[in-house]
């Protein structure tokens, strides 16, 4: 079993740049497909990105394409998120999710361990 714990988020002008982080523990992350989602309030948990367990595999949501980029470490146990050119509707909470499985899921039933969020604000 594996945990996740993320950090980075904060409050940014619309235009602006932040990176959030999430950092495993219990298992090695190479065992592990990854994947951002965010939730904002009201709304569903939508999937950001994802990347495969050698990271030589990357997918986007079509909102986020173009300007976020998520990458992995498995030396380091960890996996970013580098958002760029960041909108209002960006807005939300961002989790870090993980599958044992092969292959990106882009629902939130196709991950298995989850970390607590970390809070993503994009003013006007």
């Known amino acids: 079993q594996v945990q996740l714990v993320e950090s980075g988020g904060g409050l940014v002008q619309a235009g602006g740049s932040l990176r959030v982080s999430c950092a495993a523990s219990g298992r090695t992350l190479s065992s592990y497909t990854m994947a951002w989602f965010r939730q904002a309030p009201g709304k569903e948990r939508e999937f950001v990105a994802g990347?495969?367990?050698?990271?030589?595999?990357?997918y986007y949501a079509d909102s986020v394409k173009g300007r976020f980029t998520i990458s992995r470490d498995n030396a380091k146990n960890t996996v970013a998120l580098q958002m760029n050119s960041l909108k209002p509707d960006d807005t939300a909470v961002h989790y870090c999710?993980?599958?044992?499985?092969?292959?990106?899921?882009?629902?939130?039933?196709?991950?298995?361990?989850w970390g607590q969020g970390t809070q993503v604000t994009v003013s006007s």
């Open positions: 990347i495969s367990r050698s990271g030589g595999s990357t």
């Open positions: 999710a993980a599958r044992s499985r092969y292959g990106v899921g882009l629902t939130r039933t196709d991950y298995d361990y």
